[in-house]
């Protein structure tokens, strides 16, 4: 019954992720981007690709991840109009679209994989401190896991931060921030239940919190500190 529910959850996530962003996107459709970081949605992308690239080269249940694709589909449309509002469609930026449709082929395609084995070690005496699979088998699965534990949560910091250093949310969005967060208090949840990953729960617990950071600085930013200032 329990995991019963945990799957409900998790097709529930995914079935909201389908218009999380929409709100987001409306914000910024007439051109004001302020208080939006570039940067986060950037890595955020760069992650909602790898994951949905290693879970569709494993033929994993749609159920478990779908919502990285509907999230990633929504970041290019917000990518797209910053691009656009902030004037920064240029040859540079191109290049940076080309090198991600790139990496994007070498993921789902197998690329990676079929490279000769390539890895790095770094050793103290006979002790191995350090271990990664660049190329062949496992490379997909050390990107997903570099991605997971350090670049989700690096996007929400520079959001936090960008927040914190301007005293403002700008056009962040409240009704899709309240739907990420909940959703990934959710994801956290039907991770523990469903999934014996450490890395992967303490990943989805971190996430969780730093959504609900990014959610509580547009309470604050947006009802708090104005309603101080109409006050004074």
Request: aromatic share 10%; glycine share 8%.
């Amino acid at each position: 019954l329990k995991l019963t529910a945990s799957k409900g959850l998790g097709l529930g996530i995914v079935a909201g992720s389908a218009i999380m962003k929409v709100p987001q996107i409306i914000n910024i459709l007439p051109g004001d981007t302020t208080g939006l970081s570039m940067p986060r949605f950037v890595i955020e992308s760069v992650t909602f690709t790898t994951i949905a690239a290693y879970n569709i080269r494993h033929g994993y249940s749609f159920s478990t991840w779908g919502e990285n694709l509907f999230l990633l589909l929504q970041n290019y449309v917000i990518i797209l109009l910053l691009l656009y509002h902030r004037g920064q469609f240029g040859v540079v930026a191109l290049l940076w679209i080309a090198l991600y449709v790139g990496a994007t082929w070498a993921f789902i395609s197998g690329f990676l994989e079929s490279l000769p084995l390539t890895a790095i070690d770094i050793r103290q005496g006979e002790s191995v401190l350090f271990s990664r699979v660049l190329a062949g088998p496992g490379a997909l699965h050390t990107v997903l896991q570099l991605c997971t534990i350090v670049m989700a949560p690096v996007s929400r910091v520079l959001q936090i931060y960008k927040s914190w250093s301007e005293g403002r949310t700008g056009q962040l969005s409240l009704p899709t921030q309240f739907l990420a967060a909940a959703g990934s208090v959710v994801r956290a949840l039907t991770i523990f239940k469903e999934v014996d990953n450490m890395v992967l729960l303490l990943a989805g617990v971190l996430s969780a919190i730093l959504n609900n950071i990014v959610f509580g600085q547009i309470i604050y930013y947006n009802y708090c500190v104005r309603k101080k200032k109409k006050v004074d």
